[in-house]
Nanobody
Framework: QVQLVESGGGLVQPGGSLRLSCAGSGINLSSYAMNWYRQAPGKERELVAGIAATGGTTNYADSVKARFAISRDNAKRTVYLQMNSLKPEDTAVYYC?????????????WGQGTQVTVSS
């Protein structure tokens, strides 16, 4: 059974930092591109950051560039999202996503999400 488990969310003041982790089990994460999405109340889920299976390529939403950093440790089956200079608008549930193209079809796995609240 594939599981992605996020951790590291919480309440932080504006300007603060958090590091989210996503631990995978029952899945060879090194074969998957990994992404962090977020969903704020009343808004659609949006892609925040992504990293290639090999870790060589990353991409970020414009709203988080230069503040967030995605990384992965395939040996530990874990993906991270370092979030710095947090803003109230970063408040959302953050989801880990594993994605792989198999025989022309996209295969996705999702975590259950972790709440990040940025507030003074």
């Amino acid at each position: 059974q594939v599981q992605l488990v996020e951790s590291g969310g919480g309440l932080v003041q504006p300007g603060g930092s958090l590091r989210l982790s996503c631990a995978g089990s029952g899945i060879n994460l090194s074969s998957y591109a990994m992404n962090w999405y977020r969903q704020a109340p009343g808004k659609e889920r949006e892609l925040v950051a992504g990293i290639a299976a090999t870790g060589g390529t990353t991409n970020y939403a414009d709203s988080v560039k230069a503040r967030f950093a995605i990384s992965r440790d395939n040996a530990k089956r874990t993906v991270y999202l370092q979030m710095n200079s947090l803003k109230p608008e970063d408040t959302a549930v953050y989801y880990c996503n594993a994605r792989r193209l198999i025989m022309g079809s996209q295969l996705h796995y999702w975590g259950q999400g972790t709440q990040v609240t940025v507030s003074s």
